[in-house]
């Protein structure tokens, strides 16, 4: 299994520009999760699903969009980027059993 | 609102010593806690996790770590440590069944390990 992955692994965007963050899971896990990392902040919640069809705001949603229209892909839209999108974004999954979550490798974002 | 607070931001120990890192949870329900590792340019890896079936738990790398609900603490620890524990390492709780199974972390302790 190749377990959560992530594309791209990085990406430069200029200011105003917009992308989508890919995430795929293959484990069948009905919960995933998106997350930004800062230095020295930890990860932050920026959405979450618990299900195909089901969308939910995490601590900080702003400026990022999220669909979930299969089990399998639960893609991050960035609409207008702006510099304080700069970070690392983590997608996770888990299947509920004991709230353990699994992790994809990361995407690093630029926006300048 | 379940919270992590990880003391000390960064951790320097030598080769061979012991390593403490500290996690301290709040949280209103009983916890389910957990300690993940990131080496650098990759995501995070489950070291071990608390889910109320023994106060003290085993993980991989020889990593260990202690649930005490008087203290409202579960540092990690390990005996030895090695170059390669070298590594950013958060704690994590869980908000518990209706809120997604969301984790809440901490800001997470950079370890370095001197030669």
């Known amino acids: 299994n190749a377990g959560v992955t992530q594309t791209p692994k990085f990406r430069i965007l200029k200011i105003g520009q917009s992308m989508t963050l890919q995430c795929t899971q293959d484990?069948?896990?009905?919960?995933m999760y998106w997350y930004r990392q800062d230095p020295g902040m930890g990860l932050k919640l920026i959405y979450y699903?618990?299900?195909?069809?089901?969308?939910d705001k995490g601590e900080v949603p702003n400026g990022y969009n999220v669909s979930r229209s299969t089990t399998e892909d639960f893609p991050l839209r960035l609409e207008l980027a702006a510099p304080s999108q700069t970070s690392v974004y983590f997608c996770?999954?888990?299947?509920?059993?004991?709230?353990?979550?699994?992790f994809g490798p990361g995407t690093r974002l630029t926006v300048t | 609102a379940q919270s992590v607070t990880q003391l000390g931001s960064h951790v320097s120990v030598s080769e061979g010593a012991l390593v403490l890192l500290r996690c301290n949870y709040s949280?209103?329900?009983?916890?389910?806690l957990f300690w993940y590792v990131q080496y650098p340019n990759q995501g995070l890896q489950l070291l071990l996790k608390?889910?109320?079936?023994?106060?003290l738990v085993k993980g991989i790398n020889g990593f260990e770590a202690e649930f005490k609900k008087s203290e409202t603490s579960f540092h990690l620890t390990k005996p030895s440590a090695h170059m390669s524990d070298a590594a950013e390492y958060f704690c994590?709780?869980?908000?518990?069944?209706?809120?997604?199974?969301?984790?809440?972390f901490g800001a997470g302790t950079i370890l370095r390990v001197k030669s």
């Open positions: 699903s618990v299900g195909a069809g089901i969308t």
């Open positions: 484990m069948n896990h009905n919960y």
């Open positions: 994590a709780v869980s908000e518990g069944p209706g809120e997604g199974n969301k984790l809440v």
């Open positions: 949280s209103s329900v009983p916890p389910y």
């Open positions: 608390y889910t109320s079936a023994a106060t």
């Open positions: 996770a999954s888990s299947s509920g059993h004991l709230y353990e979550q699994y």
